[in-house]
């Protein structure tokens, strides 16, 4: 029973995919097109050769991190829907010091690095401030907050810090060194990957080793419980989305160190909302955001070789993932009644046996 | 003072009353759930919805009608589907608000990709916009003859359906079930009342006013279609709500309120400040005004328990 319980989430998971890639389908074959050849074309495009895989990963890396940054505030108890404008603070703060710190090139990086870290750690700490003095309910604050982000980084773009002669608002190019050094030539594929699964695996090791994870875990579960067995759920909730600010922050990083390599206003085609449903569809587990994040980077690398191939426009990708999330939401419901159908079946079976016994 | 004849002349008021009504037509819906009981950040979605739908309706009719009720029934089918979602299937509001969201922007995004080859804007002569009420003895008053004598029916209807709505909420049976669906489910049901009718008929309503609001968009003031036309005002209509505390007239005047904000800030852009500020307006007014309320109730609580 304890197995099933555990296997329970990546079925539903799996089943969500599942249902997706029926709706998917339906949605190819109304459009006109083999949707063989339009999956095929997306499979291909997303994994076929070391450039399409690196393509892959390379869109994966941002999604790692502000997956990370979500499931961390969520684990934590924070409902984090801010993970947009974590990771625009985190970016422009990245960017502006990669264009105008003077540092030797081998500090240039970990400074932009630790700099996007803090601007959105700090911009996280604004909603859960909110929470612990007022009780303001963090999910509308989240969201207002991702929207002030965009705006506020928009106008540096387009005074202070804009690039002269720009057709939009945009910074200058980041200098060489702060650029994230290739793993693959040819395309974007970084060694920020690499930072980001190393962050999960930190964070895992912090959630399941350490004190302060089991208390953020505990707070997460059932905050007036940990109250009562003297956890500071203030310090806590803090710390928790101080953490999960920042990785978002780190993401917007990865956007603009390498990827990018400049601060583009609007840069993120939404890497913050996807966080959400990958962290989502993890559990808030933070080593299966890294499985979870490199198939939404396939989805969006691959939709677009998808829409060359076919006449399939890329968005279906969105609608995709849209089904998901719905389900994803529902599981508790879900769970609840396959729960309920398993033990029917099982009620079932004995009754059967117990009638044919007498 | 031409600058202050740019920032507060009567035309500003009269751009402010069109940018107000889809605003004010999506808060109206929202509040509606949110006195249910039911957290809703999907409005951006519906509302987009209801923007491309009543568009796509109007531009196969050519008739700003069948328009107005093909955004309303295609947002109300959406709206359905967040409330089996989230009624029926108990899931998470907040995480099904940001599927809707991304499935109107997915599915618009797509089908108008997908039946007009169009990516960006798209516009055609056959689609009729939703004429405007020339009330002929309001033009000879000066200021708000400028203001009111020539608007959409669509702003009379919304200015009617403020009071429509209020008056359901506080004086009709379905209004007070619908206020103690929100603030007492179980005292509800065991009154008799089926909560999950209360619940559907709100999202089923809820879900018309923002067909209502989405279609006039992309039909009203512009007969225009732009991927993604919504821009954010769902989450300032949630701004809105929060504001007004979802009661339908306070509503009413945060959406006057964040409307001119928004009229403003494109005049602003000719007197050259950076519109930016403004725009963040709605959004840092209304953390500002929840972290308040928030922090009235918590002390009230703690008197009372003293």
Redesign the interface.
Known sequence: MKIFRKLLLPFISLCAFLVSLVIGTV?ILL?GDNPLVAYGALIEGAFNGMSNLAGTLSSATPLIFTGLGVAVAFKGGM?N?GAEGQLYMGGMAAALVGVYLPLPGFLLIPVALLAAFLAGGLYGLIPAT?KI?????E???T???N??AI??T??LV??PFKAPGAPLGMTVNIQKAARLPLLYPGSRFNVGFLLAIAACILVAVMFRYTGAGYEMRMLGRNSIFSKYIGVDVNARTLQCMFLGGGFAGIGGAALVLGIQYRFVQNISPGYG?DG??IA?MAGFSAIGVIPMAILFGALRSGGLTMELATSV?S?????I???I??F???Q???SKYFTEFMTGLRHRREKKQGTGGS | MPFLQTLFGPEVFAAALRVMVPLLLVSLGGLLTKQAGIENIGLEGLMLIGCFSGFVVNYYTSSWIAGLIGGVVFTTLTALLFGVFVISLRAHEIVTGVAINMLGLGVTTYLLRAIFGVKGAFTDPRVQGIPTLDIGFLKEIPVIGTIFHKQSIMVWIGLALVFAVHFMLYHTRFGYYIRAAGENPQALATSGVSLLRTLYMTVLIHGVLCGLGGAYLSTGYLTQYVENMSAGRGFIAMAAIAFGGAKPLRVFFSAILFAFVESLSSRLQLVQVPSYFALMVPYVVTIVVLAVTSWREKQKSKTRVI
């Open positions: 949605i459009n409902a829907i909110l003095k007022t009780g303001t309910n999910v509308v604050t969201l207002m907050l929207y002030v705006l506020f928009s106008y387009n005074y909302f959400l449903t989502l426009p968005e279906l990708s969105k609608v993932q849209a089904v999330i719905l994803m939401a529902a508790v419901s879900f």
